[in-house]
T-cell receptor
Framework: DQQVKQNSPSLSVQEGRISILNCDYTNSMFDYFLWYKKYPAEGPTFLISISSIKDKNEDGRFTVFLNKSAKHLSLHIVPSQPGDSAVYFC????????????FGKGTRLHILP | GAVVSQHPSRVICKSGTSVKIECRSLDFQATTMFWYRQFPKQSLMLMATSNEGSKATYEQGVEKDKFLINHASLTLSTLTVTSAHPEDSSFYICRGGGEYGYTFGSGTRLTVV
């Protein structure tokens, strides 16, 4: 049973426009959500996170929105840049940094020139 | 920032041999180390969780006698793939828990021939 779902395997966005990556989860116990960026043969790089007590967190070009009632979160990247082309993983955990992080399958983002 | 150093980055071994992968937390103490595996175009799957000085906890379906985890100090955890087979070929990644618990190592590409 997949607890974190990213239903879009890939997404293409024009450079300069907004990229929106979506994620759904099933486990209502999750209280911390994260987005990671990953290049092939490298470890994931932490991008941004959000606690379940918030509905929005912003860091530069990256904004994460959380809709707890819908068990849905999204990552907005604006403006999109060529270097943003990568695989983005949505992840969730229950509790602290010493707890398991469960990952979605990832969405490959292509930024088009 | 926090760094988790993972070695080797790539390893090729013969079927039946054992391979050791090391993860070191360079500037923080990782009381917990999480080990993940990623098959091509798949998500990062948690294999096991190790705590310094105690036995590792393995996820369902992961053979503890095959994937030996040692967490002897607050800065070093190792994963040994014993009697490796071609189906063990994968990308293995560690994550240090604790204060900087969202930091991953750079990963190890294991190829068993």
């Amino acid at each position: 049973d997949q607890q974190v779902k990213q239903n879009s395997p890939s997404l293409s966005v024009q450079e300069g426009r907004i990229s929106i990556l979506n994620c759904d989860y099933t486990n209502s116990m999750f209280d911390y959500f994260l987005w990671y960026k990953k290049y092939p043969a490298e470890g994931p790089t932490f991008l941004i996170s959000i606690s379940s007590i918030k509905d929005k967190n912003e860091d530069g070009r990256f904004t994460v929105f959380l809709n707890k009632s819908a068990k849905h979160l999204s990552l907005h990247i604006v403006p999109s840049q060529p270097g943003d082309s990568a695989v983005y993983f949505c992840a969730a955990s229950v509790g602290s940094r010493d707890d398991k992080i469960i990952f979605g399958k990832g969405t490959r983002l292509h930024i088009l020139p | 920032g926090a760094v988790v150093s993972q070695h080797p980055s790539r390893v090729i071994c013969k079927s039946g041999t054992s391979v050791k992968i090391e993860c070191r937390s360079l500037d923080f103490q990782a009381t917990t180390m999480f080990w993940y595996r990623q098959f091509p175009k798949q998500s990062l799957m948690l294999m096991a969780t190790s705590n310094e000085g105690s036995k590792a906890t393995y996820e369902q379906g992961v053979e503890k006698d095959k994937f030996l985890i040692n967490h002897a100090s607050l800065t070093l955890s190792t994963l040994t793939v014993t009697s490796a087979h071609p189906e063990d070929s994968s990308f293995y990644i560690c994550r240090g828990g604790g204060e900087y618990g969202y930091t991953f190592g750079s990963g190890t590409r294991l190829t068993v021939v």
